[in-house]
């Protein structure tokens, strides 16, 4: 296991909080959380059912908020904290903004673009790139996604 700073445990438990108030509201439990300067600075869940909007991930949500707060579109300083590793479009928002660091929980084998399904971390097709970290707390944020789909089933 990986020895992670007390900072990324804390937010990524900030962004466990957040996939588990999802699970409630009846979405994918992925939350998401965006600090500058060790401050948290917005909050998301998964919301694509509650807004029927298909772009409505935790990540880009959190980027709406976050830019929103800042009054700005370029988070130039912000780490983004994901439970799940980031889908194509969640990437291409993350490059968007422009932020600086990205640090997700479990990997998706699935649909994850930052290195699982497909490798979009440093692709010479974006104009930015950004430092990622997977695997923050893997086993807990996986937890919170194997129970929420055992209760559908």
Not at 27 to 50: H, Q
Request: hydrophobic share 45%; aromatic share 6%.
């Amino acid at each position: 296991m990986a020895a992670w700073s007390d900072s990324d445990i804390g937010h990524m438990r900030a962004a466990i909080g957040e996939a588990r108030i999802a699970a409630q509201a009846g979405e994918v439990p992925v939350g998401a959380v965006i600090v500058i300067d060790g401050e948290i600075i917005a909050r998301g869940v998964n919301r694509t059912i509650s807004d029927n909007d298909p772009s409505a991930h935790a990540e880009v949500v959190v980027l709406r908020a976050a830019a929103h707060a800042l009054e700005n579109h370029r988070l130039t300083n912000a780490t983004l904290y994901v439970t799940l590793e980031p889908c194509t479009m969640c990437m291409g928002a993350l490059v968007q903004a422009r932020i600086e660091r990205l640090v997700f929980g479990a990997y998706d084998p699935r649909a994850g673009a930052a290195g699982s399904a497909i490798d979009l971390t440093d692709s010479p097709a974006f104009n930015h790139s950004f430092e990622v970290n997977g695997g923050v707390l893997a086993d807990e944020c996986g937890e919170v996604l194997s129970a929420f789909f055992a209760k559908r089933r």
